[in-house]
């Protein structure tokens, strides 16, 4: 089935809820709209000016109902999750990251979940 105009505007507004409740106001955050893919959604993260680009899925199936209760808002805030943890996948993506890098990527997420607790 296809994804509406009206699924992907309560996408973008459940996203930038999230954005803000999670505190990654740091990041270049794109809500890009549609595209194919084999997941629901999709988030990319480019740790040189902390970009994140996401997407949701131009097609569902019924079984993962974008119109049942909350379903697009549980997508949105897993996508923008990953946006917070984006620095440490970054990082662990590289294969090489130094014990400083590790720590400090650690204590952000930290104190964001600090202020979200």
Not at 1 to 23: A, G, P, Q, V, Y
Not at 87 to 94: F, G, Q
Not at 102 to 112: A, I, K, Q, T
């Amino acid at each position: 089935m296809e994804t509406t105009k009206k699924h992907l505007e309560i996408f973008e507004n459940e996203c930038n809820k999230w954005i803000d409740k999670l505190s990654v106001t740091d990041w270049d955050i794109r809500i890009c709209g549609l595209g194919k893919m084999d997941s629901l959604a999709k988030t990319q993260l480019g740790l040189r000016g902390r970009t994140a680009s996401v997407w949701l899925n131009e097609e569902y199936d019924e079984i993962n109902d974008f119109n049942g209760k909350g379903y697009l808002q549980k997508i949105a805030k897993h996508e923008i999750i990953h946006v917070l943890i984006g620095r440490l996948t970054c990082l662990s993506d590289e294969k090489y990251i130094t014990d400083d890098e590790r720590y400090e990527s650690v204590e952000e997420l930290v104190v964001r979940l600090e202020k979200l607790l």
